[in-house]
């Protein structure tokens, strides 16, 4: 069974940045698309962007497009998100999910159904 495990969650500055990573275990994660969502404090769960299994496709939602960057190494079983120029509204519980569906495709999304979900890293961004 597919494990997902985020990290490199912190505080950090307006206008910084982070790199959160997430690791697979329990099975190998180039059979699936990656996507990442966020949920801020009192607010639904957001999908941001997504990477397929190969990791040739991307797809960012407008929020976070020309900012953010999502990267995957299979060798590694771990895909990245590369956050720049972060504001406070970026404040959220960000989580990495993993689609078996898609990733049998050349495609992602990150507007439907996942089938593993990690436990979430918080990054707040406040001076």
């Known amino acids: 069974q597919l494990q997902l495990v985020e990290s490199g969650g912190g505080l950090v500055q307006p206008g910084g940045s982070l790199r959160l990573t997430c690791v697979a275990s329990?099975?190998?994660?180039?059979?699936?698309?990656v996507a990442w969502f966020r949920q801020a404090p009192g607010k639904g769960r957001e999908g941001i962007l997504c990477?397929?299994?190969?990791?040739?496709?991307?797809e960012y939602a407008n929020s976070v497009m020309g900012r953010f960057i999502v990267s995957r190494d299979n060798a590694k079983n771990a895909a990245y998100l590369q956050m720049n120029t972060l504001e406070p509204e970026d404040t959220a519980v960000y989580y990495c999910?993993?689609?078996?569906?898609?990733?049998?495709?050349?495609?992602?999304?990150?507007?439907?159904?996942?089938?593993?979900w990690g436990q979430g890293t918080l990054v707040t961004v406040s001076s």
């Open positions: 329990g099975g190998t994660l180039d059979k699936y698309a």
């Open positions: 990477i397929s299994s190969s990791g040739g496709r991307t």
């Open positions: 999910a993993a689609d078996r569906l898609f990733g049998a495709t050349m495609g992602c999304s990150f507007t439907t159904p996942m089938d593993v």
